[in-house]
């Protein structure tokens, strides 16, 4: 489907749970937070309806995140569930990672195809600080699993804070050399949680200056979505940067968002959302669901006017990250 400003909407991100096992600092509170109703959540069953209908308009990829989409149950039955519905040609999944290596195999052989890992040092003491839950042991493994079971591509979003990982962009980088991972800088957003993020933004421009190498320029490679993508010499893998603040990419989004409590969401940084889920549940048929998807559409922006300004807090959208799925 085309939208009204000529954009290709073809990619559709799925939020399957807004919980998690881990509370990042920049995402979510320690506290944690009260947790959506279980009759407020899309059933599986209903988001599979969703996306029967959508497919034929065009949707063709989905991924799959949260929340930690592994937390919730039944998450590898629906992977295999969808991976069935026409039209739907690539499945993939962003995950902190914690629970993966468990549940890898089963994962690929539903047709999971791609993985992200959130991953935003490499530092154990540093890791269960940002995380306040998570052991970075079990994410490296989860990683490590993923190249060994030949998920393509495997990468790994690091969302950079000055202060906290901006001396490790090196040592990310150099990843690349040995292993075949695209490591993807992101530019922190002031979505999260308790004012952690303030003061901590850097730009895309900065983060690359403090990789030592030289940064050769790539086109598109697989899956790119808006990154900007290099190589170091001799490297096995790439290196991104997502620069939501710095440059939009809102001319070329392709994609729309289905939240856990089933609102579409056609901007991640807008607050205009549109219930699907109550069409859902007033046995709505196909026409009726893709008319919904229309109506979405209709009022995706042109752009966000998301920006870094440490005097005012970000407030065009309320919802978090882990209540949209990133
Ligand atoms: N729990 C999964 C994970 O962490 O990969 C999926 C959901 S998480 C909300 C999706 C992505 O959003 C993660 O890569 C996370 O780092 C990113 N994220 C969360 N809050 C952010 C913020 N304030 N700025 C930039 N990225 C953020
Ligand atoms: Fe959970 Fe992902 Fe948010 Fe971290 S970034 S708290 S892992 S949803």
Redesign the pocket.
Known sequence: MIDKYGRKINYLRISVTDR?NFR?R??MPEEGVRALKHEDILSFEEILQFVKAVAPLGIERVRV?????LVRKGIVEFINALSKINGIKDISM???GSLFKEMSKELKKAGLKRVNF?LDTLKAEKFSYITRRGKLGDVLEGIKEALNLGFNPVKI?T?VAKGFNDDEIDDFAKLTIEYPLVIRF?E??P??EGGW?KGRFISAQEIKSKIKSDLIKVENIEGSGPAEYFKLKNAKGFIGFITPISRHFCEKCNRIRLTADGKLKPCLASSKELDVKEVLRNNADMEQIQKAFGEALSIKPYSHNMKYDESTDYEETKRR??QI??
């Not at 995140?65 to 989409?69: A, C, H, L, S, Y």
């Open positions: 998690c990042c920049y995402c995140t949260g929340g930690e989409p962003t995950t902190n959130s979003n969302v992101i922190l957003m979505l999260g993020a990250m882990w799925g990133g």
